[in-house]
């Protein structure tokens, strides 16, 4: 419990424990005592004197380390087999990168929110979830986590690493562009829609009597989104992700079309979080 109250101050874990699931009375009484918690203020300086604060940030390091390293390993392996019958297949790296959010997320969430991209963070930010200053710091420990994960894959693999593409985000031979930039937009759209409404405070008091283990509709959607694009653009969804594989491999391919692998994940995010407030929150036109 130590570290708990000041946890909730600076928003790591902002909503409190609930009572256990029940009956429809309990539920109804958690709908009731439930109030819509302040937004989080845009500069919180006090941050910057926590240790949650930091732990926070380490937290969201090692995940996204952890992220690459084993999806970035499981990409190589399929790539580098000649015969992909005896490799995991697309199957199998959508299922690494959805198993592996599950696993993190459920580890990390009650430290840091287990974000683990980006994006995640800043549709988080737009919603007034978290804190610039903290959204900022997320960012980069998660843009280093992606890096030292595939710098680490490239040490295991060095032989290999370059001739199999590193596990870098490229737009596949026949899509545009536009395409690319399409699939990077609708497959975030769908991750921080998951997001919003699986950690939605509100829902889960209304709803107390349906057990919701948050990183599981998380992870499942990052499979899902993955095995839709991955004939598209590798499937990207997540910056941190896309900037490491491609800052370690480092060939012109890697970096042609990056900007997609930014610019769709954070447009996708920024529309779920103006739907999620403004439709299926309906925050900015309820009576206070």
Request: proline share 5%; charged share 15%.
């Amino acid at each position: 419990m130590e570290g708990r109250g000041e946890d909730v101050r600076v928003g790591a874990n902002r909503f409190e424990e609930r009572q256990p699931i029940g009956t429809a009375a309990q539920t109804q009484n958690a709908a009731k005592d439930y109030r819509e918690p302040a937004p989080a203020p845009l500069v919180e300086a006090g941050e910057l004197r926590s240790w949650s604060f930091y732990r926070a940030g380490i937290a969201e390091f090692v995940a996204t380390f952890l992220f690459l390293y084993v999806t970035i390993l499981t990409v190589m392996g399929v790539a580098k087999s000649p015969n992909k019958c005896n490799t995991v297949g697309v199957q199998g790296i959508a299922w690494a990168f959805g198993g592996m959010i599950f696993a993190l997320v459920y580890c990390t969430a009650g430290i840091s929110g287990g974000h683990i991209n980006p994006a995640v963070t800043f549709g988080l930010l737009l919603a007034r979830k978290l804190s610039l200053t903290r959204a900022i710091f997320y960012i980069i420990m998660q843009c280093l986590g992606a890096i030292s994960g595939a710098a680490v894959v490239k040490a295991f693999e060095n032989a290999q690493f370059g001739t199999v593409g590193g596990g870098a985000n490229t737009i596949n031979a026949g899509y545009s562009k536009t395409a690319g930039l399409g699939a990077e937009i609708m497959g975030t759209f769908l991750l921080v829609y998951t997001v919003f409404s699986a950690t939605d405070a509100k829902r889960n008091a209304r709803d107390s009597h349906v057990p919701m283990l948050a990183p599981l509709p998380i992870g499942f959607a990052v499979f899902l989104v993955h095995l839709a694009t991955i004939p598209i653009t590798g499937t990207g969804i997540n910056p941190a992700r896309s900037l490491g594989a491609a800052l370690v491999y480092n060939r012109h391919q890697a970096w042609h079309d990056h900007w997609v692998f930014w610019a769709g994940p954070l447009i996708g995010a920024a529309l779920a979080a103006l739907y999620h407030q403004t439709v299926i929150r309906a925050i900015p036109f309820k009576s206070r």
